[in-house]
């Protein structure tokens, strides 16, 4: 057995770049399950809502903390996750995390008191949920360059199938368990998340001794400007990416249409965002050029679908724009994980995405209240549709400010632009650290 990061290294050849296929197909399949065991679940997580209220006879708000407490600590433990998989590598991190997660909804089962789930589902489950995605996903990101935007695509598709599959599931087995048995069992199936990481296996580049420990890493990024910029473009899309997942229904039923058909028009956004994330990914690596431009465009296209929401009245407007909304949402995400190694080189994409994806939840937490709060101050929901498409238009301009973004810049080859990020954005141990 190897006992640790330096014998593994030892005993293994760097590789120069990503070999771009190989056993990363196998490091795709486990993000894809993976994505559907942490995101599936928390989409789907609603049905138990009306079992705590009753059980518990508490009001729905406290009972929403629930769910709330475990996005909000998966998003913010990212970069422990990131972190620690620096240090000893993916595997054992996402593996301790799988654990964490079945432990979580374990303990739930038992619980008496809305307290107990406080800390169970969203506090132990949370902080397993942190140490799993962003450390696979990171991973798969050092196993692909040209094909990182359709690994990716891949990857992620699984949040999207999970989401319709684990609602009626979850549904059948309140029927059938109750919620005891019901979250006994989803804890069973949070297990398969040590099973994903036992996939990992841990990658070594070229250029990984050049950009140092955890420690290192987050000093030098806190001073990319790059970088810097793209957190901000990133959170401001994150702003408004979410708001017709949360309001179009009730959007919807102000236009007087039926709650059934207003929650089929989400599930039509939720299918053409599937198909999106695959096209996206299949395009961000058959297009040439950096995929920034790619992004820029998808999102400048999410951002005006948005804002054209309140202006459509007839449903066949409604449902083009549901259709574009979905497509558009779902082709930016692959291609958003694919700028980041680009820009800050695939030996720091660890500290990179765990800190990119604690900052841009700011974004994601505050988007909704905000839209809520401008509907209750107008009266409807077109200011609401209006500002979110802005923030996504302005996270398009701020795309744009970044390196490779213009047509002369990306002739480079993938293995290339690392090595440019090297040069680059690396600082030095005996000199400042490196400038934009």
Request: neutral net charge.
């Amino acid at each position: 057995a190897l006992s640790g990061g330096s014998s593994v290294t030892s005993q293994m050849a760097r590789r120069s770049e990503p070999p771009d296929g190989g056993w990363g197909w196998m490091v795709v399949l486990s993000a894809f399950f993976q994505s559907a065991l942490v995101f599936g679940v928390l989409r789907s997580f609603g049905v138990f809502f009306v079992e705590f209220v009753a059980a518990f006879e508490e009001q729905a708000a406290r009972v929403s903390w629930i769910a709330s407490i475990g996005i909000a600590v998966q998003q913010f433990g990212s970069p422990v996750g990131s972190a620690l998989s620096t240090k000893f590598g993916p595997r054992p991190v996402v593996m301790a995390g799988g654990i964490l997660a079945a432990l979580g909804m374990l303990l739930a089962s038992f619980a008496t008191s809305l307290i107990h789930l406080y800390l169970s589902i969203g506090l132990l489950s949370g902080s397993g949920w942190a140490l799993t995605f962003t450390p696979t996903l990171a991973c798969l990101s050092r196993y692909f360059s040209r094909r990182r935007s359709l690994a990716t695509g891949l990857a992620l598709t699984g949040v999207g199938l999970s989401s319709f599959a684990f609602a009626p599931l979850f549904q059948w087995l309140l029927s059938h368990y109750a919620w005891r048995g019901a979250l006994l069992l989803v804890s069973a199936l949070s297990l398969h998340l040590v099973a994903c990481g036992a996939l990992l296996r841990p990658l070594f580049l070229t250029e990984d001794p050049a950009v140092g420990g955890p420690g290192a890493q987050l000093a030098s990024l806190l001073h990319h400007g790059p970088f810097l910029r793209y957190t901000v473009a990133l959170t401001l899309i994150n702003t408004g990416f979410f708001i017709p997942y949360v309001h179009l229904v009730a959007h919807l039923q102000d236009l007087n249409w039926d709650p059934l058909p207003a929650a089929f028009l989400v599930s039509v956004a939720a299918i053409s965002d599937l198909v999106g994330r695959v096209a996206s990914g299949w395009l961000g690596d058959a297009v040439p050029g950096p995929v920034t431009r790619l992004l820029t465009l998808w999102t400048t296209l999410t951002g005006v679908s948005l804002a054209l929401f309140p202006i459509a009245q007839a449903p066949t407007a409604l449902v083009a724009l549901a259709v574009a909304y979905g497509f558009t949402s779902g082709a930016l995400t692959p291609v958003a994980f694919s700028v980041l190694p680009e820009l800050v080189g695939t030996g720091r994409i660890y500290c990179g995405l765990g800190l990119l994806q604690m900052v841009e939840s700011i974004g994601g937490l505050l988007g909704a209240p905000l839209s809520g709060y401008l509907r209750d101050v107008t009266g409807n929901y077109t200011a609401s549709f209006v500002v979110a498409g802005a923030f996504l238009l302005a996270g398009s301009g701020v795309l744009i400010t970044l390196p490779h973004f213009c047509f002369s810049a990306p002739t480079l080859k993938p293995q290339e632009l690392v090595t440019e990020a090297l040069d680059t954005k690396v600082p030095l141990p005996k000199e400042g650290l490196g400038e934009d």
